[in-house]
Nanobody, 115 residues
Framework: QVQLVESGGGLVQPGGSLRLSCAAS????????MGWYRQAPGKQRELVAT???????NYADSVKGRFTISRDNAKNTVYLQMNSLKPEDTAVYYC?????????WGQGTQVTVSS
């Protein structure tokens, strides 16, 4: 069993930055593929970014060049650095961990981009 706890969400003005963190329990974090997803009101949950156990990254087209996903295996933590935020980035952001056929989700953290 893996528990994921997100933090770092909040209210930010357009053009601003936030860094989300996701702390994972368990001793095999380094083997998990990690990801960030988001869900805006009235919309389906969508992929934002993923990072493999080997450090390979993948991004949604809508965030390429603005968001960066990274991981620190020593701290069992995955990060999402979000720059140049736009109102359309407003959503609940969820952390995800995958290993073979097993998948875990965090509780989500709200990100609101508004002036």
């Amino acid at each position: 069993q893996v528990q994921l706890v997100e933090s770092g969400g909040g209210l930010v003005q357009p053009g601003g930055s936030l860094r989300l963190s996701c702390a994972a329990s368990g001793s095999i974090f380094m083997f998990y593929a990690m990801g960030w997803y988001r869900q805006a009101p009235g919309k389906q949950r969508e992929l934002v970014a993923t990072i493999s156990s080997g450090g390979n990254t993948n991004y949604a087209d809508s965030v390429k060049g603005r968001f960066t996903i990274s991981r620190d295996n020593a701290k069992n933590t995955v990060y999402l650095q979000m720059n140049s935020l736009k109102p359309e980035d407003t959503a609940v952001y969820y952390c995800n961990a995958k290993y073979v056929s097993v998948e875990y989700w965090g509780q989500g953290t709200q990100v609101t981009v508004s002036s």
